[in-house]
């Protein structure tokens, strides 16, 4: 089992960066590929990023490419998402997920078995 909590949540103006935090605890956490995902009011959960169980793999939606960032610390089993020039449409619930199968990084939803509680993301214009 894992066991994921996100944090750094908050409201920010257009514009402006917030960076996501994903803490993992559990058997071997560190093996793991992880993603984020985003939940708008009235909207399916959407893929945001992922990324490998080394780090060296990443994949982004297109709608957040060249803004936000993700990364792993493994020694601390934290996944951080730095979101840059963030707009109100941005605003959204956000997940971490994780897989102890995936090999690599893929953004459909089920594919993840893990999955964090969600921290608010609010973009004001």
């Known amino acids: 089992q894992v066991q994921l909590v996100e944090s750094g949540g908050g409201s920010v103006q257009a514009g402006g960066s917030l960076r996501l935090s994903c803490v993992a605890s559990g058997r071997t956490s560190a093996n793991y590929a992880m993603a984020w995902y985003r939940q708008a009011p009235g909207q399916e959960r959407e893929f945001v990023a992922a990324i490998s169980r080394s780090g060296g793999i990443t994949s982004y939606a297109d709608s957040v490419k060249g803004r936000f960032i993700i990364s792993r610390d493994n020694a601390k089993t934290i996944m951080y998402l730095q979101m840059n020039s963030l707009d109100p449409e941005d605003t959204a619930v956000y997940y971490c997920?994780?897989?102890?199968?995936?090999?690599?990084?893929?953004?459909?939803?089920?594919?993840?078995?893990?999955w964090g509680q969600g921290t608010q993301v609010t973009v004001s214009s």
């Open positions: 997920a994780a897989s102890p199968v995936l090999s690599t990084v893929v953004s459909d939803s089920a594919r993840y078995n893990y």
